[in-house]
């Protein structure tokens, strides 16, 4: 096996952040391509590696698998064995719908509430909660994870560990940036993810990026 997965920022690309997470999780060996965002060249140096000219796309030999989604799936299925979805039949399907309405949906909170994890931002975090449809995604996600940690027991929304929280963890990061309240069992489940051995490889290693994307 010899997978390459290419990222953008990991400070910005909350795409990237999803797949990375999952094969971290999934215990596999990969090389990382990292192509920073926002530059005159981004595009010619993505399309090196994936049609789409964007990120993230993983390498394995000549195959290109592109989107963050695809990106899981093909890993699930091929190098996982399955574990990174829940194995009962339901949950599963539970999961793949939490985690398809994350990944086509909630464009008010991508648009007010970016992914910076290294920035501390209440004051945009108050102002983006004051247009509706922000707030209106916001609680969205929050009774989603709700209604999954109520039914699953955490400390994640299925239990263990599944593709659904590797979607998940870019909103994780923006509440924490944003400083967006938090019940207790929603907070919960935040310090879990944020204690994941690979979540904190994945901050330590976007603290010391050099690059700021000005939004």
Known sequence: ?????????????????????????????????????????????????????????????????????????????????????????????????????????????RAHLPMDIRARRPDKGETALARAQVAAEVARIHGLWNDCLSANGGPFLFGGFSIADAFFAPVVTRFRTYAIPLAAPLARYSDAVFALPAMRQWEAAAAVEPETIED
């Open 1 to 109: 096996m010899s997978l390459t997965l290419v990222i953008g920022n990991r400070n910005y690309s909350s795409w990237s952040l999803r797949p990375w997470l999952a094969m971290k999780q999934a215990g596999l060996a990969f090389d990382e391509v990292r192509i920073p965002l926002s530059r005159p060249d981004t595009t010619a140096q993505i399309l090196r590696y994936t049609p789409s000219g964007r990120v993230p796309c993983l390498i394995d030999g000549a195959l290109a698998v592109w989107d963050s989604m695809a990106i899981c799936e093909y890993v699930n299925e091929q190098y996982a064995d399955g574990s990174l979805w829940p194995h009962d039949v339901g949950r599963r399907a539970r999961a793949r719908s939490i985690a398809a309405e994350m990944h086509s949906g909630f464009a008010a909170l």
